[in-house]
């Protein structure tokens, strides 16, 4: 049996129940096969393509829920499922499978990105639904409940209008203002633009467009994804995902996409202005994308985002599985700058520890290493070629490096990504690496990079100009509830 040719774009459409049980334990063969790359310490697919984190909550038992959107067919975007997770300590998790089918017809091509809001005893479920009108695929904002523990659709609660956006109008996100509802789209103006749209209602269910959002005169490009907001104090924070945003210097906006945050006053949506004054990316490395924020009942504000990029393809497609979600972290605001760090229950996942400061043959490719941030220092991961992926720090400025890694990819964007020191102090940086992925965690959490690397062969790890504490990583502990 040959695995379905996507050059052929109508195979993108071809649903999961229509290839058999035998497809889809071939697709689980080929990944099976796959012992250099797969994580063992993150969210990711038994097979296909996974993409934006969707739906994220906590009930009232405590159980953390865990949408994300799933191709299951092929490492390409194809049509879109959302598969399922929950978990109470972020360690221990249950597997459901899919729980959000394109089986109606107004998402009948896709269940594309979409949020959970939670008022008292009820979850809403946002999303964007596709559906195809003779050769185009028209998207729409839908609305769904959480009943007994399963998805109930409810239908379209706002289309798409051609006169005002182009087809790209996604991703809706919601939050409520004493009695008022109000939902922010990401679109594409009819002038090639990227906009924000906003739309006010008195339930959850019905609501007003409003108009656009102003954001300044900054060139964001021809589209917005993915937008989030939260209020907390006095002020308003805004995140989003340009894409067609351009670089200006060498530390910005390398990727084919990146995401950005704004820290200003809480939005004016009676004249539809959000002021701040400066804009941030948000990560710093080759592989991250449409993040989504949710509180949990701490109140801490929790983030997962798509660790992966979009028009790239990556060395373990060919495996049948492509990327998978970051580990939780949370955030914080201070002086108008996001800082991210991995949640608390995360030290759970560490293991054996120990000491470094010269070289170690590693036996776990997933590991924790935690590195006193002196001004100057070299962390080295290589195999047995002297092929290598190499993060280190020069004077003022971080550098992540894969030029020198077994696989190449999307080479047309670099094989270096470069930030300025935020903290000049001595402070700990923390680095977590599993099989493929790096997630640095620099500048107390101001400055994080998450990329994907490709790295073939037995691993030893090299520490220059400082030392660092390295912890071998247990992996999550996954109980399937249910068939994928």
């Given at each position: 049996m040959e695995f379905l040719d996507f050059s052929n774009r109508q195979n993108r459409?071809?649903?999961?129940?229509?290839?058999?049980?035998?497809?889809?334990?071939?697709?689980?063969?080929?990944?099976?096969?796959?012992?250099?790359?797969?994580?063992?310490?993150?969210?990711?697919?038994?097979?296909?393509?996974?993409?934006?984190?969707?739906?994220?909550?906590?009930?009232?038992?405590?159980?953390?829920?865990?949408?994300?959107q799933w191709f299951p067919l092929g490492t390409v975007?194809?049509?879109?499922?959302?598969?399922?997770?929950?978990?109470?300590?972020?360690?221990?998790?249950?597997?459901?499978?899919?729980?959000?089918?394109?089986?109606?017809?107004?998402?009948?091509?896709?269940?594309y990105t979409g949020m959970a809001f939670q008022e008292e005893e009820q979850v809403h479920l946002y999303y964007t639904g596709i559906r195809k009108e003779g050769e185009q695929l028209l998207p729409s904002s839908v609305h769904a409940v959480i009943e007994e523990g399963e998805i109930v659709k409810t239908g379209i609660i706002e289309d798409v209008d051609l006169t005002k956006t182009t087809e790209n109008y996604r991703d809706p996100f919601i939050f409520k203002r004493e009695e008022d509802y109000f939902m922010i789209v990401g679109a594409e103006s009819l002038t090639n633009e990227g906009v924000l749209w906003l739309s006010k209602g008195r339930t959850?269910?019905?609501?007003?467009?409003?108009?656009?959002?102003?954001?300044?005169?900054?060139?964001?490009?021809?589209?917005?994804?993915?937008?989030?907001?939260?209020?907390?104090?006095?002020?308003?924070?805004?995140?989003?995902?340009p894409q067609g945003i351009q670089a200006v210097d060498p530390y910005d906006f390398q990727n084919v996409f990146s995401v950005i945050y704004a820290v200003g006053q809480p939005l004016d949506t009676e004249k539809r202005v959000f002021h701040y004054e400066t804009i941030y990316e948000l990560d710093k490395g080759f592989d991250f994308y449409a993040p989504q924020i949710?509180?949990?009942?701490?109140?801490?504000?929790?983030?997962?985002?798509?660790l992966g990029n979009s028009?790239?393809?990556?060395?373990s497609d060919d495996y049948q599985w492509a990327h998978m979600l970051t580990i939780p972290r949370e955030i914080t605001v201070e002086n108008q700058r996001i800082l991210q760090q991995p949640i608390a229950e995360w030290e759970q996942m560490r293991g054996k520890k120990s000491l470094q400061v010269t070289e170690k043959t590693l036996t776990n490719k997933a590991f924790e290493l935690v590195i006193p941030a002196s001004e100057l220092f070299k962390l080295i991961i290589k195999n047995e070629k002297n092929e290598c992926l190499v993060f280190s720090s020069q004077s003022n400025e971080y550098c992540l490096d894969r030029s020198q890694t077994t696989h190449l990819y999307n080479d047309q964007y670099g094989q270096q990504r470069l930030a300025i020191r935020q903290v000049e102090t001595m402070h700990d940086v923390r680095i977590i690496v599993d099989h493929s992925s790096i997630e640095i965690f620099a500048d107390n959490g101001l400055t994080v990079f998450t990329g994907r690397f490709y790295l073939e062969g037995e691993w030893s790890l090299e520490v220059q100009g400082t030392s660092v504490m390295h912890y071998e990583l247990r992996g999550l502990s996954t109980v399937q509830k249910a068939t994928y």
């Open positions: 459409h071809v649903r999961k129940e229509d290839v058999g049980e035998s497809y889809l334990d071939q697709m689980k063969a080929k990944v099976a096969e796959d012992t250099n790359f797969y994580p063992t310490c993150h969210i990711a697919a038994p097979h296909g393509l996974v993409n934006d984190p969707n739906g994220l909550y906590q009930d009232k038992e405590g159980w953390y829920h865990i949408y994300y975007h194809g049509l879109k499922h959302w598969a399922y997770v929950k978990t109470k300590d972020f360690i221990h998790y249950e597997s459901y499978g899919v729980k959000m089918y394109p089986d109606q017809p107004y998402d009948a091509f896709g269940c959850p269910t019905s609501f007003e467009r409003l108009g656009t959002i102003d954001l300044g005169d900054y060139p964001f490009g021809y589209m917005l994804e993915c937008p989030n907001y939260f209020e907390e104090k006095d002020y308003g924070v805004m995140l989003f995902s949710f509180t949990d009942q701490q109140g801490r504000k929790l983030l997962y985002g798509w028009k790239t393809a990556y060395p």
